[in-house]
T-cell receptor
Framework: GENVEQHPSTLSVQEGDSAVIKCTYS??????FPWYKQELGKGPQLIID???NVGEKKDQRIAVTLNKTAKHFSLHITETQPEDSAVYFC??????????WGAGTKLIIKP | SAVISQKPSRDICQRGTSLTIQCQVD?????MFWYRQQPGQSLTLIAT?????????ESGFVIDKFPISRPNLTFSTLTVSNMSPEDSSIYLC???????????FGNGTRLTVT
C-alpha cells in the first residue's frame, strides 16, 4: 500500500527566509496531494493541494511542487512570518481514495 | 468551506467509562471521517461514516470499541467505549470536500483518560 515519508521532522528558519518541507510517496497511482497546517489546539487546515496532472501550484507565499517520476512533492513557504509557525502535514491519496499522511513537520519561525 | 463543530472540545474521563463525541456540520455532506491523533503524532483514520449505512472501520479499530452513528447528512457521533489511558488522544471529525477528499476538519476533542 501507499507509504508517505515527510522530512524534516522539525524545521527552524529565520523570519523572512524560505522554508521547504519534502515528502515522498510509494504508490505511483496516487494522484492527489494536499498539505495541511495544524496550529496548536486546532484541527488541520488545508492550505494547498496539487493533482498529478500539474507540476507546480502557487498561492501567494505558498507553493507546492510535484515530481511524479521521482514520486516526491514539496511545500515551499517564502518570506516566512511568525504566524507560519505550526505543524505541517503532507498526504497522498492512494488508489483506494484514502489519504495517507506524513508524520508532520514542526516549523519554527525565529524572530 | 464547511464549518464543523465538535463537542466536547476536551474531557477528562475515568477508565472503564465511555464518551460520546458529537460532530455537527453546517452543510449536508455524504462522507464523514473520524480520526485519532496521539500527542505529537500524525493522523490515523478510525472509520468512514456514510449516512444510511454502517461505518467502515480501518484495521485496528472495531465497532464495539468505537461505535459510530450517522443519523443524517449533517451530524455524526463517535463513542469511545470502556476507555483506558491508551485512549488518551485527540479525536477529529472531518468531512468530505468532494470526490472523497477529506478537506475540512473540526478542532478536535482532547480526551484524557485517568
Amino acid at each position: 500500500g501507499e507509504n508517505v515519508e515527510q522530512h524534516p521532522s522539525t524545521l527552524s528558519v529565520q523570519e523572512g527566509d524560505s522554508a521547504v518541507i519534502k515528502c515522498t510517496y510509494s504508490d505511483s497511482a496516487s494522484n492527489y496531494f494536499p498539505w495541511y497546517k495544524q496550529e496548536l489546539g486546532k484541527g488541520p487546515q488545508l492550505i494547498i493541494d496539487i493533482r498529478s496532472n500539474v507540476g507546480e501550484k502557487k498561492d501567494q507565499r505558498i507553493a507546492v511542487t510535484l515530481n511524479k517520476t521521482a514520486k516526491h512533492f514539496s511545500l515551499h513557504i517564502t518570506e516566512t512570518q511568525p504566524e507560519d509557525s505550526a505543524v505541517y502535514f503532507c498526504a497522498a491519496m492512494d488508489s483506494n481514495y484514502q489519504l495517507i499522511w506524513g508524520a508532520g513537520t514542526k516549523l519554527i519561525i525565529k524572530p | 468551506s464547511a464549518v464543523i463543530s465538535q463537542k466536547p472540545s476536551r474531557d477528562i474521563c475515568q477508565r472503564g467509562t465511555s464518551l460520546t463525541i458529537q460532530c455537527q456540520v453546517d452543510s449536508q455532506v455524504t462522507m464523514m471521517f473520524w480520526y485519532r491523533q496521539q500527542p505529537g503524532q500524525s493522523l490515523t483514520l478510525i472509520a468512514t461514516a456514510n449516512q444510511g449505512s454502517e461505518a467502515t472501520y480501518e484495521s485496528g479499530f472495531v465497532i464495539d470499541k468505537f461505535p459510530i452513528s450517522r443519523p443524517n447528512l449533517t451530524f455524526s457521533t463517535l463513542t469511545v467505549s470502556n476507555m483506558s489511558p491508551e485512549d488518551s488522544s485527540i479525536y477529529l471529525c472531518s468531512v468530505e470536500g468532494g470526490e472523497g477528499r477529506p478537506l475540512h476538519f473540526g478542532n478536535g476533542t482532547r480526551l484524557t483518560v485517568t
